[in-house]
């Protein structure tokens, strides 16, 4: 169980933050909420306190014999501020401690992550820009926000996160606390990568389709992740309901063809490509215009042909030296083959520059938030890693950085 120090800011987003104290709760944290007096005018402080089941720290003067102006930051395993407004931000970068909140910045011993939430205006101000990179300078993980309705009929960057996203980053770092130095650096600031996600449908006919359970949670994951690190990141995803990661533009495929369609034209100016989907391996030779019918006690034949090998097709139109491709392996070992066997001839095969291999089966990997991963290059293997896929997606980009920086 960590420690978390849930400090809200006040802005409207702070309702959100309701929501993000349930998750980490549910995910077994120790959750102390410390609000402005800003914050208290959108959600009260008896509402924070049934819903974390403990005491809300609103003051520094409140309990003062136990020091909470430093007890809090220096005890937390992690502090998270949800929503940063403007005004928070400012006060952080210039080392104000004139609240609660503040206080507990300026002590904090672990990670801190701030989620900024304000109107487009003032997250586009040259003011604000530089107070997020003065944080950033200083090891503080900034999530950028996302872009959609804002208060009244406004839209446009500046929303805050949903708050499964937010969580989601606060379990990577939590995990890993180097995770919070590479976030804060922005170690892939200046990358273009693409990556995709989900399985794809072949239509046998208007209504069914030959797919797989694929749940595009790793590719998610992995966009967060590169995004999170400041890299221009493009999803290409197949069949996955789900909002798209803050930052991260989504172009939406079915088939396998689409796919080896979308991501190809993507890839051209890409310095790194995760072809993280599961495409189809075969597809119906010709699908039928209308539904298909029961006849009698009859079964159906299919006739079947392979579909594109995209990403074998990646590298074969690959003109840059130093992009970096890295494939997906969903394997099942047997008698005859081993995982590692298996993942081997596939690296071969598809000539990538890192395969990132599982073991499928029930309750493994597809849907699943956990995963264990090993990876493989030319040169050897790395692994098996395990853990949550966003803890897993950053243990990715440090091998695929790692390939491009040696090229």
């Known amino acids: 169980m960590s420690r978390v120090v849930l400090g809200v800011a006040g802005g409207i987003a702070a309702y959100k933050a309701c929501e993000l104290l349930r998750r980490l709760l549910a995910a077994g944290h120790e959750v102390t909420v410390v609000p402005t007096d800003a914050a208290l005018q959108f959600v009260g402080e008896a509402t924070w306190a049934a819903l974390s089941g403990r005491p809300v720290h609103t003051g520094v003067w409140a309990d003062a014999h136990r020091v909470p102006h ?11 501020v949800a929503p940063a407004t403007a005004d928070l931000l400012a006060r952080a970068a210039t080392g104000r401690a004139d609240d609660l909140l503040t206080n507990v910045l300026l002590t904090a011993h672990g990670p801190v992550v701030m989620a900024p939430a304000m109107h487009t205006e003032m997250w586009l101000h040259a003011a604000t820009r530089a107070n997020v990179e003065t944080l950033r300078s200083r090891g503080v993980v900034v999530v950028d926000p996302d872009s959609g309705r804002l208060t009244g009929p406004d839209s446009g960057p500046g929303r805050l996160p949903d708050p499964a996203e937010l969580a989601a980053v606060v379990e990577s770092v939590l995990a890993d606390a180097a995770v919070a130095g590479r976030a804060a650096g ?11 996600a989900g399985g794809t449908r072949e239509h046998l006919d208007p209504v069914r389709f030959l797919g797989n359970a694929s749940s595009g949670l790793m590719g998610w994951a992995l966009a967060r992740a590169a995004r999170l690190r400041g890299a221009e990141v493009t999803l290409v995803a197949a069949n996955v309901d789900r909002p798209a990661p803050p930052g991260v533009p989504v172009t939406t495929v079915t088939s396998t063809a689409d796919l080896a369609a979308a991501v190809t034209a993507a890839a051209g100016n890409a310095d790194v490509v995760v072809m993280a989907a599961a495409p189809a391996d075969f597809t119906p030779a010709a699908a039928s215009g ?7 006690d009859g079964g159906l034949e299919l006739d079947l042909v392979q579909t594109a090998d995209v990403l074998a097709g990646l590298v074969r139109a690959r003109t840059d030296p130093r992009q970096v491709l890295v494939g997906f392996a969903a394997e099942t070992p047997d008698g005859d083959a081993d995982l590692l066997e298996l993942g081997r001839a596939k690296l071969a095969r598809k000539g990538c520059d890192l395969l990132v291999l599982n073991a499928v089966g029930p309750g493994l990997v597809f849907g699943q938030p956990d995963s264990e991963i090993t990876l493989l290059t030319p040169e050897g293997s790395d692994g098996p890693h ?13 091998t695929a950085l790692s390939l491009r920086s040696s090229r």
């Open 70 to 80: 430093v007890k809090l930051g220096q005890e937390a395993d992690l502090v998270v």
């Open 386 to 398: 395990a853990g949550s896929k966003d803890t897993l997606a950053h243990i990715i980009w440090d």
């Open 290 to 296: 209308t539904k298909i019918k029961k006849s009698g």
């Open 186 to 196: 922005q170690d892939l600031a200046g990358l273009r990568v693409v990556v995709s």
